[in-house]
């Protein structure tokens, strides 16, 4: 058994105690966003009561307070990926504007006619749109990775689809419908070895496994906050110093500047070249009690958690003999995340039947469309877990999908 | 009681494992794609419209219960009428799902349409009833645009 003592850890979630129509919740819909500790909802009222004020340049108490604890959490990011130093950690509004933020700042500087961006075939929309419309407007060429059956990447293409001709590798780190944890040591050094850089999408990956961007050699990671029990609205991105600096302003107005003439401006040293406007001061704290939470944890021992909590689901949903779950069979290789469809059935159908039961999984294409076409279904539903969730809960799911089999399933194929 | 039993009552559960009128028309009047781009759902209505009246509907649908049965029940109901009265029933339906004002009642022959109203306690799911009557509309306007050589 894992060390996490998940009867405590539930203690500290308000929200896991809430009833529906006198059912007890039962959240396994993690992969879209996580629930949060009481501490992070605190820090929020705290801040707000306490010590609100913009941060920078304030010469007063409440600023010089807000600053040092939006600041702080620099470090708390930094070492909990492990980056080489704090401006390298780049605070957006969450995983999408990170990675837009890359393919436009980036993108515009190094991207030429010609050039070729690999992504993989189960790239969420999220990191997918922004390369379309960069390799769009370069005239550039996007190249896809393929999957296996059970939902790998295809590392033998891989190797003969990044070559020379590649800038950027942007892959995800752990598939948010397969939950495949994809083998980012590997893909940095074939991108390297070709002169490329490397992106991961980090959304659903650096809230389940530890993540050391030096041990990878990662240039750039982009993660959301909101996914591993902070509020939303706050993403990171990392990004290797050199890469940085090179790159132009994303967003640009205040904050950002060192001096503005009328005519023209000089560019703020790293990381606040990239942090234009007001921030979200109050979710960046209350983000690092996130991390903090999640640190004394210890990684190690969510992952574990996980591992066992996907296997009891794996082996338990199998016994549904009208199941199709998608993605690798070994729970050692994916992440808490269980794409499936019952029978025929319309995942929406499956969705509401969970609901009733006061279950809560997600139905739908899961901001996949092409990999759903590729996998011929109309959409899939998901149960993804988290420090939380027990084997209770997924033995309820496994009666709420009997009786979604019973009422709906064994239609013909039409 | 529970919701589930609510929503997916006996009709709607016939609707959905036999659906009436289900398959393509060869020659249709008229053919029109239905898609709900945020669950999927899709479904292609056929046509054949002849001095006004509708002779022929079919419907080939890929979408949740609600979806078909609705598809279903629609087709079930329109075949035979003028075009006037399929707009004015589509227009009722339409109006019974979406006035959160009043209730809007149904005339005795179009009863069946009853087991679609709860499903207006769950409003993302309002839209995938209501796609085959949305579809039928643009059908109705295309048949008449185009008649039958």
Known sequence: MSKLNVEKIRKDFPILSRKIDGKQLVYLDNAATSQKPKVVIDALTEYYQGYNANIHRGIHTLAEEATDAYESVRETVRAFIDAGHTHEIIFTSGTTEAINLVAHSWGNANILPGDEIVLTAMEHHSNLIPWQRLAAERSAKLVFIPITEDGQLDMAEAKKLISDKTKIVAVTQMSNVFGTITPIKELADLAHARGAVILVDGAQGVPHVKTSVRELDIDFLAFSMHKMLGPTGVGILYGKTDLLNAMPPFQSGGHMITTVTRDKATWAELPWKFEAGTRNIADVIASGKAIEYLSALGMDNVREHEIEITKYALDKLSELGDITIFGPKDATLRGGVIAFNVDAIHAHDIGQICADAAIAVRAGHHCCQPLMRDLNVMGTARASFYIYNTREEVDLLFEALKEADKVLGHVAVR | ?149
């Not at chain 2, 036999?18 to 020659?27: C, M, S, T």
């Not at chain 2, 109203?117 to 309002?126: A, T």
């Open chain 2, 1 to 149: 009681m529970s919701l589930s039993d609510d929503l997916y009552r006996e009709t709607i559960l016939d609707h959905y494992h036999n659906p009436r009128n289900h398959g393509a028309i060869e020659h249709p009047t008229a053919q029109v794609e239905g898609v709900n781009p945020l669950c999927g759902d899709e479904l292609t209505l056929y046509l054949s419209v002849k001095d006004g009246k509708i002779e022929d509907v079919k419907l080939t649908a890929k979408g949740c219960s609600i979806n078909t049965a609705s598809g279903s029940m629609m087709s079930e109901l329109l075949l035979g009428k003028s075009v006037d009265e399929a707009n004015e029933i589509v227009d009722l339906f339409k109006r019974m799902m979406l006035d959160k004002t009043e209730e809007v009642e149904l005339p005795e022959d179009l009863e069946d349409l009853e087991a679609l109203r709860g499903v207006k306690k769950y409003p993302v799911r309002i839209k995938c009833a209501l796609l085959p009557w949305n579809t039928m509309l643009e059908g109705l306007g295309n048949a008449l645009k185009s008649p039958a050589p």
